[in-house]
């Protein structure tokens, strides 16, 4: 296996994880109710949470609904797109 296409695995693996994660705190946030620092929820809001606090204080909630984790998934979207779409960075490195 090439440098570029363990990148390729590694990155499809970790960007479709996130954007996974950002998907399920997007439901979350529908239920302000639950506390995500018990045992299934904590597994969703310790990897997210941390880009969540600075974009907050960028991108206030709009009447009263976080709109955060949706452009994290939309960035994340991007970012997978452009490095490894159909005419993607890496790809484009692994012909």
């Not at 639950?34 to 907050?56: C, G, H, Q």
């Not at 994290?72 to 484009?92: A, K």
């Amino acid at each position: 296996m090439t440098t570029a296409a363990i990148a390729n695995l590694v990155l499809g693996i970790f960007l479709g994880l996130m954007i996974l994660l950002f998907i399920f705190r997007i439901v979350l946030t529908w239920f302000p109710q639950i506390d995500l620092k018990r045992f299934p929820y904590n597994l969703i809001a310790v990897p997210t949470e941390p880009l969540l606090v600075p974009s907050r204080k960028l991108v206030p909630p709009i009447g009263g609904v976080d709109i955060t984790p949706i452009i994290w998934v939309g960035i994340f979207s991007l970012l997978r797109e452009i490095l490894l779409g159909q005419q993607g960075l890496l790809i484009m490195l692994m012909q």
